[in-house]
Nanobody, 123 residues
Framework: QVQLVESGGGLVQAGGSLRLSCTAS????????VGWFRKMPEKEREFVAA????????DYSDSVKGRFTISRDNTKNTVYLQMNSLKPEDTAVYYC????????????????WGPGNQVTVSS
C-alpha cells in the first residue's frame, strides 16, 4: 500500500511559478511510475506529466510541455512538478498518482492517489 499527499499549491498570478510535491509513505515508492493529473470543474481528470522510477522516462502532455518539469528524489520518496509560465487555464485541482504499470496516461491505470491540491492562476 502507498499513501500519497500533494503539497505546494496555491494562488499565483499568470506568468508565475509554483512547485508541487507528491510525498509517499508505505511500500517502496521508488519502483512506481508516478504521474500528475489535473481536474478542472465539469471536466474529466487529465494527464499532465509522468516519470519512471529512475527518471529516465519522462512524459508530458502537449499543453504543459516546455513549461512544466517533473522530477523525483527517491531518497525523499517525493516527486515534484515545477510549473513555470502559468496560465489561467492551468487552474485546477492537481493530483499525483502511482502505478506499477509504466507508460500509460489513463487515470484508470493508476492504483494510488493523493487527495489533490488546488492551483489557481489569476489573470
Amino acid at each position: 500500500q502507498v499513501q500519497l499527499v500533494e503539497s505546494g499549491g496555491g494562488l499565483v498570478q499568470a506568468g508565475g511559478s509554483l512547485r508541487l510535491s507528491c510525498t509517499a509513505s508505505g511500500r517502496s515508492f521508488s519502483s512506481y511510475y508516478v504521474g500528475w493529473f489535473r481536474k478542472m470543474p465539469e471536466k474529466e481528470r487529465e494527464f499532465v506529466a509522468a516519470i519512471g522510477s529512475s527518471a529516465g522516462t519522462l512524459d508530458y502532455s502537449d499543453s504543459v510541455k516546455g513549461r512544466f518539469t517533473i522530477s523525483r528524489d527517491n531518497t525523499k520518496n517525493t516527486v515534484y512538478l515545477q510549473m513555470n509560465s502559468l496560465k489561467p487555464e492551468d487552474t485546477a485541482v492537481y493530483y499525483c498518482g502511482a502505478t506499477s504499470i509504466w507508460g500509460l496516461r489513463r487515470a484508470e491505470a493508476f492504483e494510488y492517489w493523493g487527495p489533490g491540491n488546488q492551483v489557481t492562476v489569476s489573470s
